[in-house]
Each structure stands twice: as C-alpha cells, then as structure tokens.
C-alpha cells in the first residue's frame, strides 16, 4: 500500500536547509515569539510568500534563519532575538516533518495542515517523533488518505 512518491517539490540540494531552517521557524515562532502551535501555524500558511517557499526559492529557505523566518511569517522586524535554548522540541518536529512532507509530496502546506492539524502533530509527536521519518510520512499518508 505504499503511495508512489510525486516529483520532489524543489531540488534536494536546498533540502538539508528548508527541513532545518522551517524546524528551527516553527520552533522560535513558539518558544520566542509567543505563538501557541495552531496560531503560528495559521501564520505560515497565511504568509504572502509561502509558495516561494513550497517551491524552494533559495531566499526562504536558505538565505535566512529559522529565526528570521519566523519573524518573516510573524510581520515583525528586527525584534530582539530570545535565547530558547537548544533542544527541538516538539514545535520543531512539527516544521521539520511537515516541510519534509511537502517537499517529498510536492503538495501546500494548507493542504497538509487542512487535513492533519497543529494539535493533530502535537499528538503524534510522541510516539513518532523517534520514528524514522518514512514511518511518519506513511502515517501522514494515511491520514490525507493518499494510501
């Protein structure tokens, strides 16, 4: 019952950046800038330049941090940056997998968060996040119903 995988959404070359830069977004958009999940996931899927980053437009992601991409996302310059420590939690997990999804299924982020939900990460989190990341694709498979 495996899905055959899509054409990747953008080159693998710029993948390693985009799964770390969007986790590390996420993450600073929650631990530093205030943002429960589901509302900065709102925010990323409300922002005017999201489909340059479905598309990998090197400028989003990887020209730039995960902390300035998130006050991108946010509407907010030059805000002082907050030390949120280093350890992903997972807000993290949540960005890193969800970009990892979209990149390998070449679909939007609002179709994949319009069918599994912040909360909906939040409560996978434990017991996948020490999965190996087909296993939670599959997962995230099955829930969009692409199985």
């Given at each position: 019952m495996n899905r055959p995988l899509s054409s990747p959404a953008y080159s693998e070359l710029y993948l390693k950046d985009a799964k770390e830069n969007i986790a590390w977004a996420f993450e600073y958009g929650v631990l530093?800038?205030?943002?429960?999940?589901?509302?900065?996931?709102?925010?990323?899927?409300?922002?005017?330049?999201?489909?340059?980053?479905?598309?990998?437009n090197p400028h989003f992601v990887s020209g730039m941090s995960g902390i300035e991409?998130?006050?991108l996302v946010a509407g907010l310059e030059n805000k002082e940056v907050v030390d949120i420590g280093f350890s992903p939690s997972e807000n993290y997990w949540t960005?890193?997998?969800?970009?990892?999804?979209?990149w390998s299924r070449n679909i939007t982020y609002k179709e994949i968060f319009s069918n599994?939900?912040?909360?909906?990460?939040?409560?996978?989190?434990?017991?996948?996040?020490?999965?190996?990341?087909?296993?939670?694709?599959?997962e995230i498979d099955r829930r969009l119903g692409k199985v």
């Open positions: 530093g800038l205030g943002f429960s999940l589901a509302e900065f996931v709102q925010k990323w899927l409300s922002f005017k330049y999201i489909h340059l980053i479905e598309n990998g991409l998130s006050w960005g890193f997998v969800a970009s990892m999804y979209q599994v939900t912040a909360n909906d990460f939040l409560r996978m989190y434990p017991t996948f996040h020490e999965e190996d990341i087909a296993n939670v694709l599959a």
